[in-house]
């Protein structure tokens, strides 16, 4: 295996503010048909993910399935307007695992209905 082929966890993984708790996001579903070829480079739908949460202080994990088609129709439903958060570059996804730096794009509608707090 090449150097392209490496893949490092820790760009895989997100952490809060007071570094007590790491994220990983993994894509369950997304949506093939709706692909993105536009100006902003080959884009996926993503339909639902699975949410790894380990707790650093107690090495707890926990596993949160989200489903981001389901938590847009409710921003779009209560609150009027919603954000196309769910679109994420084929670049930014290794081996079905969303790239740590997308993190806060995909779960802002979770934080918002404070469905998930981070």
């Known amino acids: 295996m090449g150097y392209e082929g490496y893949l490092s966890d820790r760009m895989l993984m997100s952490r809060d503010a007071f570094n007590r708790k790491q994220i990983k996001i993994k894509i369950i579903e997304e949506d093939e048909r709706n692909r993105d ?9 993503i ?60 779960l802002s509608d979770a934080i918002a209905l404070d469905i998930v707090s981070f």
């Open 47 to 106: 339909k639902k993910i699975l949410l790894i949460i380990q707790h650093l202080e107690t090495e707890e994990i926990e596993e949160i399935e989200l489903d981001i088609e389901e938590l847009e129709n409710r921003m779009k439903k209560e609150r009027l307007f919603t954000s196309s958060n769910r679109w994420v570059p084929r670049i930014d996804i290794k081996n079905n695992f969303v790239s740590g730096n997308r993190h806060t794009y995909l």
């Open 37 to 45: 070829f536009s100006k902003n480079g080959d884009r996926v739908l």
